[in-house]
Structure formats: C-alpha cells, structure tokens
C-alpha cells in the first residue's frame, strides 16, 4: 500500500485557488490516486480519481506529473463551503488486499 | 436504498453494555468498509468485507470488537463490553467492489457515547 504524505492544515481565503499537494514516492504502476473531502460530523464524499496527467470534474482538478509521485488537488476559487479535511489515498483492488485506509488528511479552513 | 444508511444515528449506553450499529449498503454493493472517528482525529480503519467475508481483521481493537455480514447486504458491528474510550463515530461505507480505484459511498455514521 503505498504510502502518501501531505500537509496537516492549510488557510486560504474565499475567492483562492487552494493547492493540495500529496506526496505518493512508492506508488505502484497499477496504483490509482483518489481524493475524498469530510465536512465536519459527516463521512467522506469521493471527489477526484485521477491515473496520470490532469483530471477536471466540475468540483475539482487533479494534476499528476508524469513519474506520478506526488499529485496536486486544485480548487478553484474557494468558498467558506469548501472549509473540510482532504483526503489523498493512492491503491488499487488487487494488490492491498482490498482495504481502503485513510491518512491524516489534510484540513483546510476558508477564510472571509 | 439511495445511500449507505446507518443505525442509529446516535446511541447513549452505559459502560460495560453491548451494542450493536447497523449498516445498510448500496444496493448491489459487495465491498463494505467499517471505520472508527475520534473527536478531531482521522478515520480509523477497523474492517472490510467482500461479500460476506471479512478477509483481515486486524483492524479491529480489541477482541471485545467484532462484525458481521449476511446475505452480502446488511452489516452489523457489535461492541461487547463498552468502554469510554469506545465513544466515537462509527462509520460505514460501500462500494461496488474493494480497492482504491473504486468509489466508496459513506453513510452518515453512528455517534456512540459510552457514560
């Protein structure tokens, strides 16, 4: 299971563009790198899979340089809603035996 | 159902009950993932299930800690002898099938509060 490594906590304010960088060194070739968002006294909600160079939903984007050891999630012009922990996870259903762990995190507050 | 739901959504008990949290999945969903959240502190993997086996359980905390699922649906975890460091909240979600690369669905999660 390869492990990831990003900030504890991040401050922006409303109208940034917020940056979150996860590093993933021993990521696997079958590995995908995923992101889930928690707002407080709620589970996790799936916000952005991404393999290999840039992926753009309406939430999000997800940028992976080509040796995919680390990946930026890119929020776009920040609101006092997007104020939640982050979550970076990288794996694959075959090779970790199907868990699905979660790190720290990394929490991020909004600002007015 | 539209979503993972849980039950109850907040549970009282007295040190040294039992209790039991309910997980209802996706329908359809094989993977299902039990997960422990302390006050301001990350969510802690306890166990998955593919279908109605448990492959590792070494998540779990204790052996007073154990879960169950029948019929490749419904989940139930089950705390035996409660402790105050037993209060957090419990998290359940399920996906289509386990692994990274597959979308899980969270529930909203069972508050548990050992008195």
């Known amino acids: 299971l390869a492990k990831t490594t990003q900030p504890i906590s991040m401050d922006s304010y409303e109208g940034q563009e917020v940056n979150i960088t996860c590093s993933h060194n021993?990521?696997?070739?079958?590995?995908?790198i995923t992101w889930y968002q928690q707002f407080p006294s709620q589970g996790p909600r799936f916000i952005i899979q991404?393999?290999?160079t840039k992926v753009t939903n309406e939430v999000a984007s997800l940028f992976i340089p080509a040796d995919r050891k680390s990946s930026t999630l890119s929020l776009p012009r920040v609101s006092l809603s997007d104020t939640a922990v982050y979550y970076c996870?990288?794996?694959?259903?075959?090779?970790?035996?199907?868990?699905?762990?979660f790190g720290q995190g990394t929490e991020l507050s909004v600002k007015p | 159902g539209a979503g993972v739901s849980q039950s109850p959504s907040n549970k009282v008990t007295e040190k040294g009950k039992d209790v039991e949290l309910r997980c209802d999945p996706i329908?359809?969903?094989?993977?299902l993932y039990w997960y422990r959240q302390s006050l301001g502190q990350g969510l802690e993997f306890l166990i998955y299930?593919?279908?109605?086996?448990?492959?590792?359980k070494s998540g779990l905390p204790s052996d007073r800690f154990s879960a169950e699922r029948t019929g490749g649906s419904v989940s139930t975890l089950t705390i035996q002898r409660t402790q105050q460091e037993d209060s957090a909240v419990y998290l359940c979600?399920?996906?289509?099938?386990?692994?990274?690369?597959?979308?899980?669905?969270f529930g909203q999660g069972t508050r548990l509060t050992v008195v």
């Open positions: 979600a399920s996906s289509s099938r386990t692994g990274v690369d597959t979308e899980a669905f």
């Open positions: 021993n990521i696997a070739t079958n590995d995908y």
């Open positions: 996870l990288v794996g694959d259903g075959y090779n970790q035996g199907g868990k699905l762990i």
């Open positions: 329908s359809g969903h094989t993977a």
């Open positions: 299930f593919q279908g109605n086996s448990a492959p590792d």
């Open positions: 991404g393999y290999k």
